[in-house]
């Protein structure tokens, strides 16, 4: 080995390929080495090892020290004030721009809420509460908190949130309050207030058609009024003239067991 513990010096090469020499014929033989016949550049090889891990433990005390010496000429030249201003500016600016998008959406959720709670049906659905949200999607400088996108003139933005919200009133019927957020139609207006796109909602039936055998349920749900009635139900399945009973019975009792959702 050299004066340094990662070098590995030439003899200590040629000493491996001396080793290498002699023992790949008898490899290439088919012998039969023992753990003697290897154990000498075993050996050898491990100051090589050996030499790639100083050289690596090497390597990361020089950058550490390479990194004290910048962090020190830093200190020296007075840096760190520097530093600290800047991110107390960068801290700043994150709140101000936070507080601008705080602000904005505030003031849209209002006025979308006035707006909801003029509606007659809307305001009632169960879909109701990720309204504001959904609006949102048509108005991308509300949700920037950027100065360049601030909105000095709120009176556009009023004028089709509440023109899109009176468009879903009057395309809603009753039936639709009981619908949980999860339905199809619940689905279709949560689409049309991200979009805005009038033909979603132009046949609210054929919307509720989709939604028709969670109607259903429902109205099996509320006539089970305990546990009697349910079994009523389901003999009253097992002693009808019904092909497919086993189906139907599993249908009863899975609205049985999940009759709390219809409520």
């Not at 996108?149 to 899109?164: G, Q």
């Not at 207006?189 to 259903?216: C, N, S």
């Amino acid at each position: 080995m050299t004066d340094k513990p990662y070098e590995v010096s030439s003899g200590t090469w040629e000493a491996i390929q001396a080793e290498v020499n002699k023992l790949l014929p008898a490899i290439e033989r088919g012998d039969n080495l023992t753990p003697d016949d290897v154990k000498e550049v075993k050996k050898l090889v491990t100051l090589v090892d050996n030499a790639s891990k100083a050289y690596n433990k090497a390597l990361k005390q020089s950058f550490n020290s390479y990194k004290q010496m910048l962090s020190q000429k830093l200190n020296e030249i007075g840096y760190p004030d520097i530093s600290s201003y800047i991110e107390m500016k960068r801290k700043e600016q994150q709140t101000d721009i936070s507080n601008r998008l705080t602000a904005k959406v505030a003031r849209f959720t209002e006025i979308v809420h006035a707006e909801l709670d003029k509606t007659s049906i809307i305001k009632r659905t169960q879909f109701v509460g990720p309204i504001p949200s959904q609006l949102m999607n048509l108005f991308p400088k509300i949700n920037s908190g950027a100065v360049a996108n601030e909105i000095k003139d709120w009176a556009p933005i009023e004028t089709m949130v509440s023109t899109l919200i009176q468009y879903a009133d009057e395309q809603v019927i009753e039936m639709v309050t009981i619908l949980p957020l999860t339905s199809i139609t619940a689905q279709t207006f949560g689409a049309f207030f991200k979009t805005g796109d009038r033909e979603l909602l132009k046949d609210i039936k054929e919307i509720l058609k989709k939604d028709q055998d969670w109607l259903i349920n429902r109205q099996v749900a509320l006539s089970m009024t305990d546990e009697t009635t349910m079994l009523n139900m389901l003999d009253g399945i097992l002693h009808s003239g019904e092909l497919d009973k086993l189906s139907q019975i599993r249908r009863l009792l899975n609205i049985w067991d999940t009759r709390h959702l219809y409520k």
